[in-house]
């Protein structure tokens, strides 16, 4: 639900709007981005393989970064509209509302 409305709080600035007006708009989606990545690292930490969370923290760390490259380097020539945020949010959405396997049960020693 948090990913939903932060993709959600992209929407307003689909709009040409003044610079005033979008740093304002840029607020909403910006509070909600802490608590997002709180509960990635969480979701992540839960469902890492035991003694492996540091890791699996840290290879979601690297994607959001590549991610946030990535964004930058197409926005340009995209025309800098907030299509490919908005775009990006939206999968993040779907990929945390999506179903989780069971965790599988250890193994017998």
Do not use: K
Not at 37 to 46: E, F, G, M, R, W
Not at 90 to 96: H, I, K, R
Request: aromatic share 4%; charged share 0%.
């Amino acid at each position: 639900m948090l990913a939903a409305l932060f993709a959600a709080g992209w929407l307003p600035l689909l709009a040409p709007l003044p610079a005033p007006a979008v740093l304002a708009l840029a607020m909403l989606p910006g509070t909600l981005f802490v608590p997002l990545l709180t509960v990635a690292n969480l979701t992540v930490t839960a469902l890492a393989p035991p003694g492996t969370s540091t890791e699996a923290v840290g290879w979601m760390s690297s994607a959001i970064r590549l991610g946030v490259a990535s964004g930058t380097t197409l926005a340009g020539p995209l025309g800098g509209h907030f299509t490919l945020p908005l775009l990006a949010a939206a999968l993040c959405a779907l990929l945390l509302s999506a179903p989780t396997p069971a965790a599988a049960a250890p193994a017998a020693a």
